[in-house]
């Protein structure tokens, strides 16, 4: 004679074969958000999150240039490179009580688009009379999409003829 099972003796297997499938369920969704698959891909590509690639990602260096008591002024480079995965525009500008102090040239950086893995240089040059100056060089891709900072600093104990 064949045993009979009961309804409530079927329930844990039940359970087991719905924890079994959950857990599919929740490692195929992990799976998917991180490939770009579901969800804001966009968004995911511009915090550099672990399963994307930045798409705009510019880096400046040095962050800081000074200038110390240069005599009939003085000029130093800035290289701004695109480290993301498209070609990008930039844009400079001056900030600062100081500003006045500083001259950018930023040649061709903001004449054409800087493509992926390349890089171009700014020049600033520091030309004052007596004192001791502050501002900053702010560089800006595609429109402020993302914006980085050199500090600038200048000290002059000459007065410039």
Do not use: H, Y
């Amino acid at each position: 004679m064949a045993k009979e099972r009961s309804f409530w003796s079927s329930i844990p297997g039940v359970l087991t074969g719905l924890a079994g499938i959950l857990t599919a369920v929740v490692g195929l969704l992990g799976l998917a958000l991180n490939q770009g698959w579901l969800g804001d891909g966009a968004a995911q590509e511009q915090d550099g999150g672990d399963g994307g690639t930045e798409v705009v990602r510019i880096e400046v260096d040095p962050e800081r240039l000074e200038f110390d008591n240069p005599v009939g002024g003085a000029t130093k480079s800035v290289a701004v490179s695109n480290e993301g995965t498209e070609p990008v525009t930039v844009a400079t500008s001056r900030d600062g009580d100081g500003a006045d102090a500083f001259t950018v040239d930023d040649g061709d950086c903001t004449r054409s688009q800087i493509p992926s893995g390349a890089s171009c240089e700014v020049e600033v040059r520091f030309s004052a009379d007596v004192g001791r100056f502050q501002a900053k060089l702010v560089v800006s891709a595609n429109d402020g999409e993302q914006v980085q900072e050199v500090a600038l600093s200048g000290t002059s104990v000459n007065p410039l003829n």
